[in-house]
């Protein structure tokens, strides 16, 4: 069956400093999505790739997909305490079916 | 739009009760979406529906789970009976397309 790993499963940085987190599958997708959660509240929808190649940025945050469509990263440049919570990366393995698996998240933790 | 609706935000029950959790999904979306989260599994798809029809229940863990969703703008999740290894924060998502919409869960604690 279809899965998503994420790496690393969880991450501490300093205020200021430049992460990136990384969501690898075994199969090409047909939709890549990143949502942030924070603890005991629902995911918000941070960005969605579809084209091998593509690359989106909002803020601070970047994501990419890779040509395959197989691998993405989430990059945040000169990270704050609010980007504090858990990072998961989800996907549509299957074109249409809109059948959303979900990366097991990284909880990332920015100290002041 | 206030976005997805679910309720109770928390549910504290005991062994053997029957327990429904319930979710308005965004107007205009056509997929609705049940998942649980747990710390060792992560986010799971329980069931999704399409234009009010379940689509793939293949998720569902055993058949005291059961979902409907009788019109556009309602959905229920009941368990019964309940038991200990339910307990799981579980979220309702609703979209259009793509891009999906999830409601702040329900924190259920079987006791």
């Known amino acids: 069956s279809q899965e998503l790993e994420q790496s690393p499963q969880s991450l501490i940085v300093q205020e200021g400093k430049n992460l990136t987190i990384n969501c690898t599958s075994s199969?090409?997708?047909?939709?890549l999505y990143w949502y942030k959660q924070k603890y005991g509240e629902g995911l918000i929808f941070l960005m969605m790739?579809?084209?091998?190649?593509e690359e989106k940025s909002h803020e601070k945050i970047t994501a990419k997909l890779d040509e395959k469509k197989q691998q993405s990263s989430l990059h945040i440049t000169a990270s704050q305490p609010s980007h504090a919570g858990i990072y998961l990366c989800g996907a549509d393995p299957t074109s249409g079916t809109y059948k959303y698996i979900f990366g097991t998240g990284t909880r990332l933790k920015v100290l002041a | 739009d206030a976005g997805v609706i679910q309720s109770p935000r928390h549910e504290v029950t005991e062994m053997g009760q029957e327990v429904t959790l319930r979710c308005k999904p965004i107007?205009?979306?056509?997929?609705l979406f049940w998942y649980r989260q747990t710390m060792m599994r992560g986010l799971e798809l329980l069931i999704y529906f399409n234009n009010n029809v379940p689509i793939d229940d293949s998720g569902m863990p055993e058949d005291r789970f059961s979902a409907k969703m009788p019109n556009a703008s309602f959905s229920t999740l009941k368990i019964q009976p309940s038991e200990p290894r339910d307990s799981a924060v579980y979220f309702c998502?609703?979209?259009?397309?793509?891009?999906?919409?999830f409601g702040q869960g329900t924190r259920l604690t079987v006791v």
């Open positions: 790739l579809q084209k091998g190649g």
């Open positions: 199969k090409t997708l047909y939709g």
């Open positions: 998502a609703s979209s259009f397309r793509n891009q999906a919409f």
């Open positions: 107007s205009g979306h056509d997929y």
